[in-house]
């Protein structure tokens, strides 16, 4: 086999330009593949950025009438809805794949909230268990965040986002100052900020309300000191960190039926609890944008059955050409499977190295296009492997009737025809 290798390699470098145009059509098709399969798997990834978040893997389940999130900022606290214990908390995080769970209220449009004679128009205000911070990725940045105390005692102590900050306090520091929340009185500990900073990209209101995170901010309150501003216990939602993206769908479906068979009295209830599915949804976007580019990968992929065929058309020449050598060493006692071995391995070289060539071509390119039109990009190591296993493939295929109709020489007939 290295003797044949090696007889391939002088035979491509004594036909040098002949073999670059023989292995053009590879490198070109290899090389569109490349870049398609790149480009698919960055804006893959973008649209899962773009729906999920920066890596933070969180799972909304929330109370849902008839479809629609209920919100408590303008309706009653549904009395067939019970609040949700912490056997139930510890119920859900033992759904696979679920590491965390943070239970949560909320008030979407907080209203009546002040600092001196600045309100808090359309901020959110939060009641926050131990656990949320560390699920969604916040940090403390300033102050301290909530203690053991805080949550044991009921304290009145609050933390703010910088959004918040910046609209009740302007450019004050916000730790120490006691903000109006209800005519009860919470004193600001510190100001939170996420870890990794997300910035989603919007495009039409239905992402607008997805993602609807006033530019107002947000105020958390220690749970155990919710019902001091609010007056009652509320249900509670439920955020789930999850080990990886791709099970975010399952978790959040087990958690919904698990919160809805627990939580909700009366089987004709129009309650339940739903996930915020935003994998679903990237995936809907991810299919629409992989069934368009599949057609531009089978386009691309004419250009190695072409290439193909250009293959087996030069080493149907090459045949041709090493008439007389082949009859001499059939005479001299080669055997048929020697001289297939030796064709089929000069076209699998052949094809082999335009597919590597198509492959750096094809990475090279991807980078260009990511920098010159700001699309993301992804290597695929598996797509590489593949390309260069499939080029080699095409050499086989396509090399085999040169390769046959070169063992099948009879070596009289050869010799004198040469």
């Known amino acids: ?73 303008w309706n009653a606290i549904p009395g067939e809805v019970k609040v949700i214990t912490e056997e139930t908390r510890r119920e859900l995080e033992q759904i696979r ?22 309100q808090f128009s359309g901020g959110k205000v939060y009641g926050i268990d131990q656990n949320y911070l560390s699920v969604y990725g916040y940090q403390i940045k300033t102050g301290r965040g909530f203690t053991q105390k805080d949550y044991d005692n009921c304290r009145k102590v609050a933390l703010v986002d910088q959004g918040a900050a910046t ?31 997300f910035t989603p990209t919007i495009n039409s209101m239905k992402d607008y309300q997805m993602y609807m995170n006033s530019s107002s901010g947000a105020i958390y309150l220690p749970d155990t000191a919710w019902p001091t ?18 099970a975010m769908t399952q978790a959040g479906k087990e958690a919904a039926d698990l919160l809805t068979q627990r939580q909700i009295q009366g089987t004709d209830s129009l309650f339940d609890y739903r996930s915020q599915d935003m994998l679903e949804q990237a995936q809907q976007l991810q299919s629409l944008s992989q069934s368009t ?42 055997k048929k499977k020697r001289i297939l071995l030796q064709f089929l391995t000069e076209s699998a070289v052949l094809t082999s190295l335009g597919g590597v060539i198509g492959v750096i071509s094809g990475v090279i390119l991807a980078q260009l296009i990511s920098s010159m039109m700001q699309i993301p990009v992804a290597i695929s190591i598996p797509a590489i492997a593949v390309a260069v296993v499939f080029s080699t493939c095409i050499g086989v295929v396509f090399g085999m009737l040169p390769a046959v109709k070169a063992a099948n020489l009879n070596p009289i007939e050869a010799l004198r025809r040469e």
């Open 1 to 73: 086999m290295q003797e044949n290798i090696r007889l391939a390699f002088q035979g491509i470098w004594s036909h040098k330009m002949r073999s670059v145009l023989t292995m053009l059509g590879i490198i070109i098709g290899i090389a569109a593949i490349i870049t398609i399969v790149s480009t698919i798997q960055g804006t893959n990834e973008q649209i899962k950025e773009n729906l999920i978040g920066a890596g933070n893997n969180v799972v909304t389940v929330q109370l849902n009438q008839d479809g629609y999130v209920y919100d408590l900022s």
């Open 97 to 118: 794949d679920v590491e965390k769970v943070s239970l949560y209220t909320s008030r979407n449009y907080a209203e009546q909230v002040y600092y001196q004679n600045t």
């Open 167 to 197: 609209t009740l306090f302007g450019g004050e520091n916000p730790i120490g100052k006691c903000i109006e929340i209800r005519s009860d009185v919470f004193t600001v500990v510190g100001v939170v900020a996420l870890s990794q900073e």
């Open 229 to 246: 501003a609010f007056l009652f216990d509320e249900p509670k939602n439920a955020a789930l960190k999850v080990s990886s993206t791709d």
């Open 293 to 334: 580019n599949t057609q531009l990968i089978w386009i691309a992929s004419i250009s190695l059955l072409v290439g193909g065929i250009g293959v087996m058309n030069i080493m149907l020449v090459s045949v041709t050409e090493r008439t007389g050598e082949i009859g001499l060493k059939k005479a001299i006692g080669a």
